[in-house]
C-alpha cells in the first residue's frame, strides 16, 4: 500500500484528493497537528491560503500560511529519508491583480 501525507486535506482540493485514493494509506496533516514526515511516506503539500488582499495585514498572514508553512514542510520532507514531494498551489489560478 501507498503511502501519503498531504497537508491541507481539508481543502479543496485535498477533499478530493483524499477521496480518490481509496488504496492510500493517507496522514492528513492540519496546522493542529506537529508535523513529522515518515520516512516512509511520500508528501503532497497543498496547504495554504489561496485568495489574494490588498489589505497589508492580510499580506502577513499569508506569508505565514503560505510561505513559511512551506518552507517548514519542505525543510521536514529533507530532514526525512522519503523521496517525492509534490508541491500544489491554487493561489495564482485567477491571476493576478496589480502585480499582486
Keep these: 500500500m501507498h503511502k501519503l501525507l498531504i497537508t491541507g486535506a481539508t481543502g479543496f482540493i485535498g477533499r478530493f484528493l483524499c477521496s480518490d485514493l481509496p488504496d492510500y494509506e493517507i496522514i492528513k496533516y492540519s496546522r493542529d497537528n506537529d508535523l ?4 516512509e511516506y511520500a508528501v503532497i503539500h497543498l496547504a495554504g491560503l ?4 490588498h489589505k497589508s495585514e492580510l499580506r502577513k498572514v499569508y506569508k505565514v ?5 512551506t518552507k517548514s514542510v519542505f525543510d521536514s520532507f529533507l530532514n526525512s529519508n522519503s523521496k517525492t514531494f509534490i508541491f500544489l498551489s491554487t493561489s495564482k489560478v485567477s491571476g493576478s491583480k496589480n502585480g499582486l
Excluded: F, T
Excluded at 36 to 39: F, T
Excluded at 50 to 53: D, F
Excluded at 65 to 69: A, G, H, T, Y
Design 36 to 39: 513529522k514526515i515518515m520516512d
Design 50 to 53: 489561496a485568495h489574494n488582499s
Design 65 to 69: 500560511s503560505n510561505v513559511d508553512l
